[in-house]
């Protein structure tokens, strides 16, 4: 069996034989960043279901701002910023907050130098990544934080 992703989504599912080929819709996946904000994170418990890699480079295709890494062996997701000041730092973790705690999904928040801010986001414990965190990461994304003129997207439009 081999999977392919369509462009419109779906997992279309190539069943091959050394005769025959045959081929079907199996499920749509939103992968869409605006159809990521409108989903909610699930409840997570130690049974949740790490993504895979080709999901995550899917994730990641619709998030350029957002780098995957791996620390200890733990994959995990991470946005930087720099931002006008300390207080912009503060004010953008507030938001964060109220997104994270609407969520049940919480990020690892670092704030460096005054104004250099990085986003840490996981699922601790699937240790590992799940749609959660791209969920959330989409959400996230919605925020406008006062940047710093010497700010640098990781990805120019």
């Not at 819709?25 to 949740?48: F, N, R, V, Y």
Request: aromatic share 12%; hydrophobic share 40%.
């Amino acid at each position: 069996i081999l999977f392919y992703r369509a462009a419109s989504g779906h997992i279309i599912a190539f069943f091959i034989s050394f005769t025959e080929c045959e081929s079907s819709i199996l499920w749509p996946i939103p992968h869409t960043a605006m159809e990521l904000q409108k989903d909610k994170c699930e409840p997570c418990s130690g049974l949740a279901k790490a993504v895979s890699s080709s999901e995550i480079e899917g994730f990641l295709k619709e998030l350029p701002e957002w780098e995957l890494f791996a620390e200890e062996k733990v994959k995990k997701i991470r946005r930087k910023y720099r931002l006008k000041n300390f207080l912009a730092g503060i004010s953008f973790f507030n938001d964060i907050a109220r997104i994270a705690e609407d969520e049940k999904h919480h990020p690892d928040l670092h704030l460096e130098g005054y104004q250099f801010v990085t986003i840490v986001i996981y699922t601790h414990k699937v240790k590992g990544l799940t749609k959660n965190d791209f969920i959330l990461a989409s959400k996230i994304d919605t925020l406008k934080p006062l940047l710093s003129k010497y700010h640098k997207p990781r990805v120019t439009t």
